[in-house]
């Protein structure tokens, strides 16, 4: 099994940047992608940014991109998410998530991710 731990969250004013962190721990040798979703209040789970281990294949979403960028560090089983020129609409409680098996051509929003983290809240002030 797998824990993950987010870091970084916090509180920052529009234009800022944040960069979140999640530690992985446990069976971490199956590893496919790991990903970043957040929710906002009254608001469903979205797909923020995903990161494959294997070749460092990288998604994100379109409200994202340019502004956002996911790393791992291999060595540390860590993956970061540098979130650059943060807006209010990007306040939210974002969750790390692990994918351990292949999942053949489904796109990293929609793969199945079985591990999730507690969530790190990002709160981006006007």
């Known amino acids: 099994q797998v824990q993950l731990v987010e870091s970084g969250g916090g509180l920052v004013q529009a234009g800022g940047s944040l960069t979140l962190s999640c530690a992985a721990s446990?069976?971490?040798?199956?590893?496919?992608?790991t990903g970043w979703f957040r929710q906002a209040p009254g608001k469903e789970r979205e797909f923020v940014a995903a990161?494959?281990?294997?070749?460092?294949?990288?998604a994100y979403a379109e409200s994202v991109k340019e502004r956002f960028t996911i790393s791992k560090d291999n060595a540390k089983t860590t993956v970061h998410l540098q979130m650059n020129n943060l807006k209010t609409e990007d306040t939210a409680t974002y969750y790390c998530?692990?994918?351990?098996?292949?999942?053949?051509?489904?796109?990293?929003?929609?793969?199945?991710?079985?591990?999730w983290g507690q969530g790190t809240q990002v709160t981006v002030s006007s």
């Open positions: 990161i494959r281990w294997s070749g460092g294949d990288t």
């Open positions: 446990g069976r971490t040798s199956s590893r496919y992608y």
């Open positions: 998530a692990w994918s351990s098996l292949h999942q053949g051509h489904v796109a990293p929003p929609n793969l199945e991710y079985d591990t």
